[in-house]
């Protein structure tokens, strides 16, 4: 029989107050995730984490709490192990991963002896992303297989004297020492599956509750005049946002309008463009769900320019995609690795960094007709109700990796 351990940063919701912290869309996903394995039947020995502790001096020096006190939604029988001594760097992940060596050690060591078959589930590359190349070293040296959940990494590019290129290095031992491989993105897939049994996932939700009233939302009745598009997310460079307000600029003036909402580095280019530009608004940052509805809802078209050519889109999931897919509105996106099994067809894609390539895939969706855009958004929106649903999602996962059987 297979026994389980799950890997990651995960903590429960309780501890936000308790560590004076809030939740993100790493988090979200780990809860989202082990929830729809536990409601498929999954119930691993332990759950592997670290407490939402900050470094120090950003946090006071202290130490990791030996009794986390907690239970992860969904596993109310199931042990929360705390990993690490110190948020004090480097003994922070010189904690973490002796840590997890010893536990690790003696877990595998008592499933054995018990006639079982120790395996890990880890989500990315374990409770931070140094740790995969110690998580690596450990599962070699046991023989214990262990299958990674990749949602992202972190590329830094080719230059072979970079800090980042070894540090990715590092990183990807984990991927060359799995049993089988898990990812949102293909090109993980294809780069480092190899001979192994892989399973591409097209894509998850952070926040679950939030997508379910996107889903909810109702369709666009009747173009504005003009039409409003829409970018809502981080306003920094590799977003997009300053090709975004260059390739509007370039409309016919007073063909649509364009509304942005986040923050960022670049905030101060969105607020000098609306101050200069009548059909230009910025909206500052959305702080509750229900604002961040109410923008999608009075939008006609949603923009992601995220950028292209970045090392860092080589192995990125567009998380935000899903929010658009499911939202009942057309959308206009450039064309990312991440985005392979997505209904590209009823997306209004663009394929090179190029501000004029933009500005054209914005006109097109204004040159759309209304019927066509709303059924393009009603396909993309019935795609994303069943491919982003945890209960499919984790379906898959559970099978893939309790059965043996051929790449997916």
Partial sequence: MNRWLYIGSVYPSAWEERFGVGSSPTIDVQRSLLA??????????????TPPIRLFPRDRLQRFPSDLEGRVEGYPDTPLESMGITNLEPFKT???AGHLKSYLTAWSRRVREAGDTPRLLVYNLGPTHEQGGFLAGVCRSLSLPVIPFVTDLDYHGEGRCSLGHW?????VRLLQASEKLI????NVLREFSEDRSSLHVPGVV???????????LPPVEKSGEPPVFLYAGSLNEPRGINRLLRAFEALPEGSAVLKVSGRGPEESRVRD???RHRYVEYLGYLRTDDERLQVIEDADILVNPHEIELPLARYLFPSKMAEYLASGRMV???LLPGMDGFPVDEIELYRKDSDEELTAALQRSLDTGFSVRVDRARKCREWARINFDWDHVAGRILEFIEQPGEPA
């Avoid at 729809?36 to 984490?49: C, H, K, M, V, Y």
């Avoid at 540090?167 to 990183?171: A, V």
């Fill in 206 to 216: 952070p926040d679950h509750q939030f997508f379910t009233r996107l889903l909810s």
């Fill in 94 to 96: 010189a904690g973490i």
């Fill in 332 to 334: 206009v996106s450039s």
């Fill in 36 to 49: 729809g394995l536990s409601r498929q039947g999954w119930r691993p020995d332990a759950i592997l984490t």
């Fill in 273 to 275: 463009l609306a101050e």
């Fill in 183 to 186: 990812a949102l993105n293909p």
């Fill in 167 to 171: 540090r990715f290095r590092w990183q």
